[in-house]
């Protein structure tokens, strides 16, 4: 069964917007089909139909309907097709868009969105820094505010493809009196400007997806703020949840994506290397893919309006734990081919998280229980919001941030 028989009404059961948003979908194939049109041409169109995400205002992308109608929306391209915003701009289609549309202005909205999903202009985030990662709230680069401007300084890390982005969403301290939370403030900065400097960071595929992101007075309207002054924690909130369901989120077709590659490289083994054990493992290992599809679609129907809740950080944990012990398999199926990898050469990709070989995904796979949040973190979040379970120490939370004892 597909997922789409598993989870789509029939067509008599749809309702006025699940039929709005088909009609629309189905027009804009119609008009520009996927092969003939360029993936900018395309995806402009598509958000101009309010098909970007369906769930924003009407004229920023969306049509202002449930979240989940995205779902029939992209079945349909995927099925033509059709490019993925995803691929050019993860980090913009994936957190920025959303964290825009919720905390942008009017103004910031008509700027920034449609660019952000045709491609054209790459974001990156500009969150974790050398002193706080998992402890994000701690950060310490700063902003003051200088009339109309607010001059940042600080240094930022593991920014994903800052060298190719026009802008960042980034957050400083701007109230260090205040309690580590809420003295944070978010901006949209423009990665261009030349007190911005990017430096590459090199990762064990030999590629550098990410940077170190250096801001030497680095002078930022006032109207590039995203909420108010002081609301940088709930503003990232957005954009960190937002992270958890773009990269674990994910629903593929039963049985495809990393689990079948692995099942592919069974299929390919000589018999007399197919031994009892193995299949048992690899069996396990399809078993506990099936169970976070599934898991990952009762995640998506419970999903209301707006901002993603805590499952969003159990899939995400749940994924990356999966991905690394799927590719673990894969290089021992491979035996002495598993050490085969082409190249250790630096190399600056255009996107970030491919895994072209099946060699690069085992050493790409073990970033995933780090990035967006590592697998220990999304454990405390689950322990604390799901299961009711007492709280992580927290000896900073009620002091003001600049007592805070840091290194
Ligand atoms: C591939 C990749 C891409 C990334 N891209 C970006 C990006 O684009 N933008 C960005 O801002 N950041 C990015 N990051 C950074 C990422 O968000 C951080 O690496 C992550 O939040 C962990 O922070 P840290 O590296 O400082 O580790 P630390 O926070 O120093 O953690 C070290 C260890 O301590 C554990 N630990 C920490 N606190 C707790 C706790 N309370 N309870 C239990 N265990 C704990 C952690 O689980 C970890 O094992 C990226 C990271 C990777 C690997």
């Known amino acids: 069964m597909t997922m789409t028989e598993e989870t789509s009404p029939s067509t008599d059961e749809l309702s006025a917007d699940e039929r709005r948003v088909i009609e629309l979908t189905d027009d804009l194939l119609a008009q520009f089909p996927p092969a003939d049109t360029a993936p900018i041409e395309f995806l402009g169109q598509q958000f101009d139909r309010g098909l970007a995400w369906v769930h924003f205002d009407e004229g920023f992308g969306g049509l202002g309907v449930n979240p989940k109608l995205q779902r029939l929306v992209n079945e349909r391209l995927n099925a033509a097709g059709a490019p993925s915003p995803m691929y050019r701009n993860p980090i913009g289609y994936g957190m920025c868009g959303p964290t825009v549309a919720v905390w942008g202005s009017d103004d910031q909205k008509r700027r920034y969105l449609r660019p952000l999903f045709t491609g054209e202009e790459v974001w990156c985030q500009l969150f974790s820094e050398p002193g706080s990662g998992s402890d994000f709230a701690g950060l310490s680069s700063s902003g003051v505010?200088?009339?109309?401007?607010?001059?940042?300084?600080?240094?930022?890390?593991?920014?994903?493809?800052?060298?190719?982005?026009?802008?960042?969403?980034?957050?400083?301290?701007?109230?260090?009196?205040?309690?580590?939370?809420?003295?944070?403030?978010?901006?949209?900065?423009?990665?261009?400007?030349?007190?911005?400097?990017?430096?590459?960071?090199?990762?064990?595929?030999?590629?550098?997806?990410?940077?170190?992101v250096f801001f030497s007075d680095t002078r930022i309207p006032d109207s590039e703020r995203l909420g108010e002054p002081g609301d940088g924690w709930r503003v990232s909130l957005t954009t960190l949840m937002n992270e958890r369901v773009s990269i674990g989120g994910t629903i593929p077709g039963k049985g495809s994506g990393t689990i079948a590659a692995l099942v592919q490289v069974w299929n390919d083994l000589p018999e007399e290397r197919r031994d009892p054990v193995a299949l048992d493992e690899v069996m396990a290992l399809w078993s506990r893919a099936e169970v976070l599809r599934l898991t990952n679609?009762?995640?998506?129907?419970?999903?209301?309006?707006?901002?993603?809740?805590?499952?969003?950080?159990i899939g995400k944990a749940a994924s990356a734990e999966l991905?690394?012990?799927?590719?673990?398999?894969?290089?021992?199926?491979?035996?002495?081919?598993?050490?085969?990898?082409?190249?250790?050469?630096?190399?600056?990709?255009?996107?970030?998280?491919?895994?072209?070989?099946?060699?690069?995904?085992?050493?790409?796979?073990?970033?995933?229980?780090?990035?967006?949040?590592?697998?220990?973190?999304m454990k405390n979040i689950l322990g604390e919001r799901v299961l009711g379970l007492p709280g992580d120490v927290r000896v900073d939370r009620d002091v003001p941030w600049s007592e805070v004892p840091r290194n």
């Not at 990665?191 to 911005?196: L, Q, S």
């Not at 679609?297 to 950080?313: H, L, T």
């Open 323 to 377: 991905n690394k012990d799927i590719y673990e398999k894969v290089v021992d199926l491979l035996g002495a081919d598993g050490m085969l990898y082409g190249s250790y050469e630096m190399v600056r990709p255009e996107t970030a998280m491919s895994s072209d070989t099946l060699q690069k995904g085992f050493l790409r796979s073990r970033a995933n229980s780090i990035e967006g949040g590592t697998t220990e973190v």
């Open 145 to 212: 505010k200088d009339g109309d401007e607010w001059i940042c300084n600080g240094q930022k890390v593991w920014t994903t493809l800052a060298h190719l982005s026009r802008w960042g969403l980034l957050v400083v301290r701007t109230d260090p009196q205040a309690v580590k939370h809420a003295g944070l403030t978010a901006f949209v900065v423009d990665m261009h400007a030349p007190t911005v400097e990017v430096r590459p960071l090199r990762q064990m595929t030999g590629e550098a997806e990410f940077n170190e």
């Open 297 to 313: 679609i009762r995640a998506n129907q419970m999903r209301r309006m707006g901002d993603p809740g805590p499952e969003g950080s």
